[in-house]
């Protein structure tokens, strides 16, 4: 079974800066697919960056240039680090993985940027 535990969320100001981790208990298989994702109040959750096992990134417009998702193999950890933070990133942050079609979710962690 697979599970995944956030850590890192917490209250910024505007222009600061957060690192969500996730890690990941189990084995990392190569076409696993890692990410996270946000929902903040009253919307749809959004994905926010994907990573492949081989470091491939995807990212949605609104967080290219400020936001970097990385992973450490070796620990199974899945890193954002978010910086630039507005008060529109404020959410909370899922971290997500993807395996054979299969969704598996964190309980998420919530990040709150203050203007």
């Known amino acids: 079974q697979v599970q995944l535990v956030e850590s890192g969320g917490g209250l910024v100001q505007a222009g600061g800066s957060l690192r969500l981790s996730c890690a990941i208990s189990?084995?990392?298989?190569?076409?696993?697919?890692m990410g996270w994702y946000r929902q903040a109040p009253g919307k749809q959750r959004e994905l926010v960056a994907t990573?492949?096992?081989?470091?491939?990134?995807n990212y949605v417009d609104s967080v290219k240039g400020r936001f970097t998702i990385s992973r450490d193999n070796a620990k199974n950890t899945v890193y954002l680090q978010m910086d630039s933070l507005k008060p529109e990133d404020t959410a909370v942050y899922y971290c997500h993985l993807r395996r054979l079609g299969v969704d598996y979710w964190g309980k998420g962690t919530l990040v709150t940027v203050s203007s």
């Open positions: 189990g084995t990392i298989f190569s076409r696993d697919i």
């Open positions: 990573i492949s096992v081989g470091g491939s990134t």
